[in-house]
């Protein structure tokens, strides 16, 4: 569980990152 955890938590990163600012 925690290996798709940590997943989605990049997966939202990358969504929520900066360049999109």
Do not use: N
């Not at 569980?1 to 600012?21: G, I, Q, W």
């Amino acid at each position: 569980m925690a290996y798709r955890y940590d997943k989605d938590l990049e997966f939202l990163k990358e969504l929520s990152s900066p360049e999109l600012d």
